[in-house]
């Protein structure tokens, strides 16, 4: 016999809410993004404050608005962007963790700092796997995102002492300016002066940015030509003939054509992953590593 199942039911789901974990290491050599989490250290310290495993899945929120009514006691960690947190519209101060009673609902209003924000609970939300993960994708999942009137699946807690904790949690990581990243694999073909004003330059990020990739503002002239097609992953930085500069994110495919310039940092993608549109960004070149 299974074990009973919570329900979540969202009230109100603005857009950009989504189901994710730490995403497919399945499917690449059919074209398939990897997904997951935007920012994984966020992710997964939500996570490790539950004492989840890794793969847990956990709501990734871009925007303010949810509402989200609980039907079974359990407990949820929030981590990423700092929110106005209310349960039952009462404020819960630098809210981590989160004792939730049957028929609560966790309201998040505006994000104070930050752009995604993560809602974890304890054992992960229980949807059906694809491809290993859980993460929503169109065309791979039922949905690419969630929507008012939807439910999630949970694993409820029996006998639940009510808790309170506030772990430390800072954002000062992430309010950094500075993107960390290895020269790409076409950093060659730039010229010195080229290479120069990238590491110089102080970037913003455009509006056109989501899970896919983010474009920036500025624009680096150049006389490149597109490449034969090429592996791509999460954090190539590629340069159009344009000029565009744009970072894949975790939706991006798997191939691309446009010079790889260079590859952003685990730790700086999550980092990129909590600018908005309009902050600004300088990249800071790392030397490769290699083992011997």
């Known amino acids: 016999m299974s074990p009973k199942q919570g329900k979540a039911l969202f009230l109100c789901c603005p857009l950009g809410t989504s189901l994710q974990d730490e995403g497919r290491t399945l499917g690449a050599h059919y074209g398939i993004p990897r997904s997951g989490a935007m920012d994984l250290y966020s992710y997964q310290w939500a996570n490790h404050l539950l004492q989840n495993s890794n793969e847990a899945a956990a709501l990734e929120m871009a925007q303010p608005g949810l509402k989200i009514k609980f039907e079974e006691p359990c407990i949820v960690s929030l981590a990423g962007a700092t929110a106005f ?42 949807d059906e796997k694809y491809l290993g993960s859980r993460s929503d994708f169109k065309s791979i999942t039922t949905s690419s995102k969630r929507s008012a009137g939807e439910t999630l699946y949970y694993l409820p807690i029996q006998n639940k002492a009510v808790l309170w904790v506030k772990p430390k949690w800072s954002t000062n990581w992430f309010e950094s300016k500075e993107i960390q990243a290895y020269p790409g694999p076409d950093w060659r073909l730039l010229s010195t002066g080229q290479q120069r004003l990238l590491l110089k ?92």
Do not use: W
């Open 201 to 292: 330059q102080l970037f913003h990020l455009s509006k056109f940015s989501n899970r896919m990739g983010i474009q920036l503002e500025e624009l680096v002239a150049n006389e490149l030509e597109d490449l034969p097609t090429n592996p791509v992953f999460p954090g190539t930085v590629q340069l159009t003939p344009g000029g565009k500069i744009i970072v894949l994110m975790r939706d991006a495919g798997v191939t691309g054509g446009y010079p790889r310039i260079l590859q952003l940092t685990e730790e700086s993608q999550s980092r990129l992953a909590q600018k908005k549109a309009g902050d600004s960004i300088t990249f800071h070149l790392l030397e490769p590593k290699f083992e011997s």
């Open 85 to 126: 947190v209310t349960v039952n519209q009462t404020p819960i101060l630098n809210a981590s963790i989160i004792s939730i009673a049957s028929g609560d609902i966790l309201e998040i209003g505006a994000f104070r700092g930050g752009a995604r924000l993560y809602l974890c609970i304890e054992g992960g939300f229980q």
